[in-house]
């Protein structure tokens, strides 16, 4: 564990990949187990390594959190490209119907439920 006083290498890491997601951890310990490693991957860590350090070990962990962290930043470009292309934004109309449309939609849009519209297609003058 990472030893400073008033802290603790959890506490740390909680903190870490809470302020800063994009940040790829590796925990480095003295005092290694089954259970502290598998702790440390579900609080975020790519990597779990004990001391004394293999070089090897280390260089393969290494190359892992950079392809993870390529992999990352590939994801967040994949999905701002997809709300560039299909976010409300790029929906065409601007009739006041529409716009009750894009309200609603905005409305249900952080619901993990599935929602149905339904209406009349192509655009009528009344």
Not at 4 to 22: D, M, N, Q, S, V
Not at 38 to 66: C, H, I, M, N, S
Not at 74 to 85: A, F, G, H, I, M
Request: glycine share 8%; hydrophobic share 45%; proline share 3%.
């Amino acid at each position: 564990m990472w030893r400073c006083p008033g802290w603790a290498g959890w506490r740390f890491l909680k903190r870490i990949t809470k302020e800063h997601p994009a940040t790829v951890v590796l925990m480095l310990t003295g005092y290694g187990s089954i259970e502290s490693a598998v702790q440390a991957v579900r609080l975020g860590a790519v990597d779990y390594l004990t001391k004394p350090v293999v070089d090897a070990e280390l260089r393969f962990a290494l190359e892992r959190a950079r392809r993870q962290h390529a992999l990352a930043a590939e994801n967040e470009s994949l999905k701002s490209q997809l709300v560039d292309r299909f976010g409300l934004d790029s929906i065409v109309g601007s009739d006041h119907r529409m716009h009750k449309v894009y309200e609603l939609i905005q409305a249900v849009a952080p619901s993990k439920t599935t929602v149905l519209m339904t209406g009349e297609s192509g655009w009528a003058s009344r």
